[in-house]
């Protein structure tokens, strides 16, 4: 839609992510819309990116922006569908797995994804689908800080003020996988972003999933995440203060 909505937000993960056309996002919308973690009176556009996860064959990561306004500008006028004297900021995101079968909630928990393994079914038979699940299960599986993400992304973590005020790029090596288990899971090397810090730590992937933390040592404290993100249930959204890094 020329001049309409757009993003504002950058997707969840990386990826080849594709925009739906306008006769497909209302079908999806509304059938999330069907989940009750919002209405679909609250999109008054069609706005998706999908995502395929080989991972998860024949589903769909989906992430589509919420409704949120604030007060106009004196020179600004107000979105069909808004009442008067309000601007659409289009500032959050909701994210959901979508497939024949139906769909997941992410809402941060590890229960979601081990579920939707158990029922579902996982392929994790090759290295490239290890890492790819690895990345969704950290950023998609929240602790009281938020979540456990990837940190290799210069552009993104940011560490502390050097000695000319400036903030420096956290720089991280990419998820490595180091061996695989008897068992058939594998083991894997990565730093880790949580609660302002960054972890060098091992993980070892299991074939069903399940995702467990070996061994872990801080290697940066006080660092800073751009943009800054806050989450409620499948809601991940911009926090009122992100100034740029300098």
Same mark, same amino acid.
């Given at each position: 839609? @020329?001049?309409?909505?757009?993003?504002?937000?950058?997707?969840? =993960? +990386?990826?080849?992510? &594709?925009?739906?056309?306008?006769?497909?996002?209302?079908?999806?919308?509304?059938?999330?819309?069907?989940?009750?973690?919002?209405?679909?009176?609250?999109?008054?556009? /069609?706005?998706?990116?999908? %995502?395929? %996860? !080989?991972?998860?064959?024949?589903?769909?990561?989906?992430?589509?922006?919420? &409704?949120?306004?604030?007060?106009?500008?004196?020179?600004? &006028? /107000?979105?069909?569908?808004?009442?008067?004297?309000?601007?659409?900021?289009?500032?959050?995101?909701?994210?959901?797995?979508? $497939?024949? !079968? $139906?769909?997941?909630?992410? !809402?941060?928990?590890?229960?979601?994804?081990?579920?939707?393994?158990?029922?579902?079914?996982? !392929?994790?038979?090759?290295?490239?689908? @290890?890492?790819?699940?690895?990345?969704?299960?950290?950023?998609? *599986?929240?602790?009281?800080?938020?979540?456990?993400?990837?940190?290799?992304?210069?552009?993104?973590?940011?560490?502390?003020?050097?000695?000319?005020?400036?903030? @420096? /790029?956290? %720089?991280?090596?990419?998820?490595?996988?180091?061996?695989?288990?008897?068992?058939?899971?594998?083991?894997? @090397?990565?730093?880790?972003?949580?609660?302002?810090?960054?972890?060098?730590?091992?993980?070892?992937?299991?074939?069903?999933?399940?995702?467990?933390?070996?061994?872990?040592?801080?290697?940066? +404290?006080? *660092?800073?995440?751009? /943009?800054?993100?806050?989450?409620?249930?499948?809601?991940?959204?911009?926090?009122?203060?992100? =100034?740029?890094?300098?």
């Amino acid at each position: 839609m @020329v001049g309409g909505p757009t993003f504002r937000i950058d997707p969840p =993960i +990386a990826g080849n992510w &594709k925009n739906l056309g306008e006769r497909m996002a209302p079908l999806l919308l509304s059938r999330l819309a069907e989940t009750g973690y919002f209405a679909d009176s609250d999109y008054p556009y /069609p706005l998706v990116r999908v %995502l395929p %996860l !080989d991972f998860y064959p024949g589903w769909i990561l989906c992430d589509f922006p919420t &409704k949120e306004t604030r007060p106009l500008a004196d020179d600004e &006028k /107000p979105a069909p569908g808004l009442s008067e004297g309000l601007i659409e900021t289009g500032r959050g995101c909701h994210s959901f797995l979508y $497939g024949a !079968d $139906g769909f997941t909630a992410l !809402d941060g928990s590890s229960a979601a994804i081990h579920r939707h393994n158990a029922v579902h079914g996982i !392929d994790l038979s090759t290295p490239e689908n @290890v890492i790819s699940y690895f990345r969704f299960f950290c950023f998609f *599986v929240r602790g009281d800080a938020g979540p456990f993400e990837v940190a290799d992304n210069p552009t993104t973590f940011w560490l502390s003020a050097d000695a000319d005020g400036k903030r @420096v /790029p956290a %720089l991280a090596e990419p998820p490595q996988l180091s061996a695989r288990t008897p068992e058939g899971g594998s083991s894997l @090397v990565a730093t880790i972003f949580h609660a302002g810090q960054l972890f060098h730590s091992r993980f070892l992937v299991a074939p069903n999933g399940d995702v467990s933390m070996n061994d872990d040592d801080v290697v940066a +404290a006080h *660092v800073v995440r751009r /943009p800054a993100l806050s989450f409620v249930n499948t809601l991940r959204f911009l926090q009122e203060a992100n =100034i740029e890094p300098a």
